[in-house]
């Protein structure tokens, strides 16, 4: 699981981990948030985060291609607003603590597929990588030692069929959960 752990030597200043605020966002589903409280114990309110996104995300999400990251998020979207996992006062995703994922075996579906994505391709999906700054050590290792194992690209096709899965479910659900759980949605 080669390109699967070079996250972990990538440097401060492109890892994808911090500076969320300034990058987009980490969303879950419904499902994801249930699994990380049980593995946190922490409640909904503390880590998820339900309030309006920044214009200039909504807009990059809506400029996105058919098929990336953000089109997908476009079709989630209500009213502006995503389930994703709040920020600390940093900037920095409120799970990384001393650079490690303190939830790294729950962490959201997007953190187990970054910086890979899928297209399809004759009713198939295939995997993709997003272009990532030149520091990105996943970009680095795979332009040197390229292609993925079939473990990695099946590892990483099972999460984006769980993405896709994703697309479609009834926003009323999530605005249920959120309600139930008062997350904030300032
Ligand atoms: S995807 Fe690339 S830039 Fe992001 S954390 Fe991993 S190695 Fe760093
Ligand atoms: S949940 Fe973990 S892997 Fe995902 S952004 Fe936060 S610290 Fe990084």
């Known amino acids: 699981m080669e390109y699967l752990t070079h996250c972990t030597r990538c440097p401060d200043s492109v890892h994808c981990c911090k500076n969320i605020r300034e990058l987009g966002f980490v969303s879950v589903s419904v499902e994801e948030a249930r699994k990380i409280k049980e593995l946190t114990g922490q409640a909904f309110n503390e880590f998820l985060d339900f309030g309006p996104l920044p214009r200039e995300t909504i807009r990059a999400c809506t400029e996105d291609n058919k098929g990336s990251e953000g089109e997908l998020r476009m079709a989630q979207m209500d009213g502006g607003r995503i389930l994703r996992l709040k920020t600390a006062p940093t900037g920095d995703c409120i799970f990384l603590k001393g650079r490690k994922c303190t939830i790294y075996g729950g962490r959201p579906g997007i953190c187990r597929i970054y910086p890979f994505w ?9 995997v993709t990588l997003y272009e990532r700054p030149s520091d990105c050590s996943v970009s680095k290792a795979s332009e040197e030692k390229p292609p993925l194992s079939f473990q990695e690209k099946e590892e990483i096709l099972s999460q984006a069929r769980l993405l896709e899965a994703q697309r479609n479910l009834p926003k009323a659900v999530v605005r249920q959960f959120v309600e139930e759980n008062r997350i904030s949605c300032l």
């Open 118 to 126: 899928y297209r399809q391709k004759n009713g198939e999906m295939d």
